[in-house]
């Protein structure tokens, strides 16, 4: 489904609507309503039949290999603190998303993730020079910033290992990442306020800076799936799960995000804010129409195993990322019946 579609279900399928003068606070607040909010959460994860057994599983390898690769790019200690921040997780991440992948393909896939995680992470730092990226990449100038010369240089890369389809779609949807945060940051700093007119804006905002697509195509290195023969057996399935690793983030995110802060500014609080209706109840919504784009995925490929077992395979480890990791406090939430094992060190 795509996502004007996707906002239309959103929109008319019955979510309950903000009454005038309600004062009903943004933050969920109360033992019961976290509750409410854990079983959601717990309700998504057995649809996907998610096992919560799966090892936390690390490539200390991969990890030496791409510390390497940005220790090379001598960006300074300040910048090589954030890359050891997220250098686990990203690694962590593609050893157990992309396992059937060869080493040399996952140590790309993985640098990918560490610069899209630093781009989110810490944009500010280099906003002025973020804003040209794309226009520079487009025209093969050089940037003003040494990271974004050496993102610059891996995405070009790319071009290697992937076919031109899965290239270019990589490409356009990485600039539409950088371009995405280069937006939010224009609303954070200008107090921008979604109006109930602008309400396909959030999903449109959503599929930018979620960086689905280039999650997806990652998936497709020419030398195991050569793009005259399998472009047009995944094509069909991408929007589906483009849509299925947005929402399924936004579901696990909802915790840290509604009943441990306040955040303004993600697609939960921005679809609420146009459509007039509370943010829990675009959890339960997502809750229940996430799991079923997920089984039209596999239908699609259905008939192809080795695109089968790629998807599960990333599914699993995507899903992995956001309940194992410390950020998403899942872990926490459970905590009182131990629905979800226990951090690992690195987590």
Known sequence: MDPIHAESNFAYHGLQTKSAGNNETDVIKGMAQTDQVKSLIRTFLEDIKFDRSSPFIKDHQMEVAVWQYFKSLNLGQKMENSVQRTLKLSVTFTHQAYTALPFDIRVLCAIQFLYMFLVDDVAEVFMSDLQAFGQNFVLNKPHSNTLLDGFDCHLRNLSFHYGPYCHSAIIKSLI??????????????????????????????????????????????????????????????????????????????????FCLDDEKGNFVANFADTHNIQHLDVLKYLTSYTPKLLKSVYQLLNSNLSLLQSVETFTRGWIMLCTAHRRYHLVELFADEQYLPPYDEDA
């Not at 396909?200 to 005259?228: C, N, Q, S, W």
Request: proline content about 5%; hydrophobic content about 45%; overall charge negative.
């Open 176 to 257: 539409d990442y950088v371009n995405g945060r280069i937006i939010e940051h224009r609303m954070e700093q200008s107090s921008f306020k979604f109006s109930a007119e602008s309400r396909l804006m959030p999903m449109f905002l959503r599929t930018k800076v979620g960086g689905a697509e280039i999650l997806v195509h990652l998936l497709y290195p020419k030398a195991i799936f050569p793009e005259d023969e399998y472009v047009i057996q995944y094509f069909p399935a991408i929007q589906e799960l483009v849509l299925f690793i947005d929402f399924a983030n936004d579901i696990l995110s909802y915790y840290k995000e």
